[in-house]
């Protein structure tokens, strides 16, 4: 192989002997940009070098699931995008591309989405994907506690079946318009049968297999999708991994050729090998939220002025330096920095400036207790989670800095009282909580009156009508982040990534998306697969 190259290069700069007759140009170091020109009678196969075999060795904990339905396991769920296909996967710019949905059709209302099912799909084990195994795996999903926060809006899924196309596919009926619904769909297909299996198969490029204690992904010679893909290797060695240091060890000096890490966590690993990094939105999202049902500080519209201005006496940067090694996205809207939804301009209206949080806040008196002292603002904290503590304690420092007393709760999973139970228990004044956003940002599970995150009077039919109205039309979203900035019974703080580390070289065209580390696509778009619009 090494000899071919020679060759090649040898008779390459001899034609370019010949062909230079002007002034010899200084040679620069090459930037690959993707727009290298090609002559129109050449054959890209012929000219593209052949690679080497690959090999990869990635990390593997077997005493997690590996169900994607149910894993959780940051782990183990890299290995998914290999094993299992979506009928869509999201790119990081959030653009849903068809993977095994051959065409839709949306109703005129955005109420109604029919997806059909590529007749050419099949699972690794030769049998066709059917509209039965995809209605079957989103009726799991949708009870699925990583999933199901996702699926608040749909009201019915049936199969379908078009005579014209010959497909089979499912149907979805909404509660509300949904403009970007599809964004939602790359939740991995398996088969009716095996949704509750320990290794259900999968339509991916590769198939799970064990064998005496080794672990490894096979690459299937008769993949279904036949799709260039980040990885080249035709077997995959697993490496039994389940804890930090472990992985920082085989990734730095060993084998592993890749880790992804959330930095939000303390047990998040830094490395020092010479390595690639992208930065990839994952959800995550930390907050203030006020107690304006039964708080003697906040109820009955008390101190608006106080809750109105606490988005300016948070120093969001600084907190992440800090707590979090600088490696989170401060935000001051109610969607990710890294997402189209952020407005920049709006969000540097409510952006950190204790100077305007003085004079907005001017006149707060604190509250006495029985001995006549302030009474503190109680921040209520999940204590389990070492850096969301450290975090709390300096928001309660700053504001006790800045003339309103504050003070931690701090409970958790070993405490007398759970963290649950006194959250629930609506006896505190604002908490730093931390929840995972739906990839389009939907925060109708704040405000619907029956949502999860609804706790503390946060429900709101004017809020949750504009989170409809922003559902329905994308464009709404700037209206629906000042309408909630204002309001003030949510603050935002910052929203976390995952970290993605490839050792340099490893891998060809990695592009990794939410969930979605070794993404690809098949070429198609939304657009050129969309039918004629159904008219209700």
Not at 100 to 113: A, E, F, K, P
Not at 156 to 166: Q, R
Not at 294 to 318: I, V
């Amino acid at each position: 192989m090494k000899k071919t190259l020679t060759l090649l290069l040898v008779f390459s700069m001899a034609l370019g002997m010949l062909a230079g007759c002007g002034k010899p140009k200084e040679q620069e170091a090459y930037v690959p940009t993707g727009d290298a020109l090609v002559m129109s009678d050449d054959d890209l196969a012929t000219i593209e070098p052949e690679k080497e075999p690959q090999s990869l060795t990635l990390a593997y904990d077997p005493k997690r699931s590996m169900n994607p339905l149910t894993a959780n396991n940051i782990t183990n769920r890299v290995l998914f995008s290999l094993i299992y296909q979506g009928l869509f996967a999201v790119s990081n710019e959030r653009e849903p591309m068809p993977i095994l949905c051959s065409h839709y059709q949306v109703s005129s209302d955005n109420r109604i989405y029919t997806y059909y099912i590529d007749k050419d799909a099949r699972f690794s084990d030769g049998t066709p994907v059917t509209a039965n195994d995809v209605l079957a795996t989103y009726e799991s999903a949708r009870k699925s506690m990583y999933y199901k926060g996702r699926f608040v809006h749909v009201g019915a899924i049936e199969t379908v079946i078009d005579e014209n196309l010959g497909e089979e596919g499912v149907k979805f009926t909404l509660n509300t318009a949904y403009q970007d619904f599809s964004m939602l769909l790359d939740v991995p297909i398996l088969k009716a049968s095996q949704l509750e299996d320990d290794f259900p198969l999968g339509s991916g490029p590769y198939v799970f297999n064990e064998n005496g204690g080794n672990w490894t992904l096979n690459r299937l010679p008769n993949w279904w999708c036949n799709q260039k893909i980040p990885v080249r290797a035709e077997v995959i060695k697993l490496m039994e991994i389940n804890d930090q240091a472990t992985f920082r060890d085989e990734f730095e000096f060993g084998d592993v050729g890749l880790a992804v890490a959330n930095p939000l966590s303390d047990s998040f690993a830094e490395y020092r090998c010479d390595f690639e990094l992208w930065n990839v939105d994952n959800g995550y999202f930390m907050y203030l939220g006020l107690n304006i049902l039964s708080s003697d500080y906040f109820k009955d519209d008390k101190n608006m002025n106080l809750r109105k201005s606490l988005t300016y006496a948070l120093n969001r940067e600084k907190i992440i330096e800090e707590n979090f090694r600088g490696m989170a996205y401060p935000a001051t809207l109610l969607a990710s920095p890294g997402s189209p939804y952020y407005n920049q301009s709006l969000a540097e209206r409510y952006a950190y400036d204790d100077l305007k949080f003085l004079e907005k806040a001017g006149g707060f008196q604190p509250l006495k207790d029985d001995k006549h002292n302030d009474r503190k603002l109680r921040l209520l904290v999940n204590c389990d989670d070492s850096a969301r503590l450290r975090t709390a304690r300096d928001i309660a420092h700053t504001l006790t800095d800045l003339g309103i007393p504050t003070g931690t709760l701090e409970y958790g999973s070993e405490t007398n009282v759970t963290y649950e139970q006194v959250l629930r228990s609506l006896n505190w004044d604002l908490y730093l909580g931390k929840t995972r956003l739906s990839p389009n940002m939907d925060l109708t599970p704040f405000f619907n009156g029956y949502g999860a995150l609804t706790v503390g009077g946060m429900t709101s039919d004017k809020l949750y009508g504009m989170c409809r109205e922003t559902l329905a039309d994308r464009g709404n979203y700037y209206n629906l982040h000042q309408l909630v900035a204002e309001d003030g019974r949510i603050i935002p703080l910052l929203f976390g990534y995952d970290a993605v580390y490839a050792k340099r070289g490893e891998f060809d065209g990695l592009a990794p998306s939410r969930d979605n580390v070794f993404f690809y696509t098949r070429g198609k778009t939304l657009e050129n697969i969309k039918l004629q619009t159904v008219i209700d």
